[in-house]
């Protein structure tokens, strides 16, 4: 069965940064789409934002606006695993961030994928002085 395993979140002052990595198990796909959303504090499931998601078909790429310039997002085909760079954070950057995976092309990228695909444990983003 194909999991999802992330890493990386922690408590950071603003202004600082974080990477958090994603390593897809079990099943390794010609092509994914995956990618990283995030639910703030008091929010739904369903309400979680597409922070940003890459296409390993065509290498397009989505950022969310809030984030653009500030997070760069990244694929290791080697090791299957993604990368969220985030620098210069902000406390309304504080969330609980998933990493999500389909096989294959799901777009437009960064849509809240419903039921569709799989979903990493999360891992939470504190922000705070």
């Known amino acids: 069965q194909l999991q999802l395993v992330e890493s990386g979140g922690g408590l950071v002052q603003p202004g600082g940064s974080l990477t958090l990595s994603c390593a897809i198990s079990g099943f390794r796909f010609d092509s994914y789409t995956i990618g990283w959303f995030r639910q703030a504090p008091g929010k739904e499931r369903e309400e979680r934002e597409g922070v940003s998601c890459i296409s390993t078909t065509d290498d397009d790429i989505y950022y969310a606006d809030s984030v653009k310039g500030r997070f760069t997002i990244s694929f290791d085909s080697a090791k299957n695993t993604v990368y969220l760079q985030m620098n210069n954070l902000k406390p309304e950057d504080t969330a609980v961030y998933y990493c999500?995976?389909?096989?294959?092309?799901?777009?437009?990228?960064?849509?809240?994928?419903?039921?569709?695909?799989?979903w990493g444990q999360g891992t939470q983003v504190t922000v705070s002085s």
């Open positions: 999500h995976t389909v096989m294959g092309t799901l777009k437009p990228l960064c849509v809240h994928p419903g039921s569709l695909g799989y």
